[in-house]
């Protein structure tokens, strides 16, 4: 159940405009989830994991053909700070 909490999150952002999606905050409840269900640790996996799967969309979303069929755009302050979100929910 944990893992369908982070992958779902980055299936529905990338159809829906990748990084700047508004529902990157799914994101958030799979790290607030985490910290409730375990302890530390955990959730800092689980930190590093949102992290992965927010990069591994951005590069995916970054191709050519593919950020050319769904009209995104790559902006570096706004992935910088929804990492640095990411970073701070996740962190115990």
């Known amino acids: 159940m944990h893992v ?17 999606s508004p529902f990157f905050l799914y994101f958030i409840f799979a790290l607030l989830a985490a910290g409730f269900r375990w302890e530390c640790a955990e959730a800092l996996f689980t ?16 191709q050519r053909p593919l950020a050319q069929l769904l009209e995104t755009r790559f902006d570096l302050n706004g992935f910088i700070m929804r990492a640095g979100y990411l970073v701070i929910f996740g962190s115990c």
């Open 4 to 20: 369908a909490d982070i992958f779902w999150p980055a299936v529905i952002s990338v159809s829906t405009g990748g990084p700047n």
């Open 47 to 62: 930190t590093a994991a949102a992290i992965a799967a927010f990069m591994a969309e951005t590069f995916v979303l970054s």
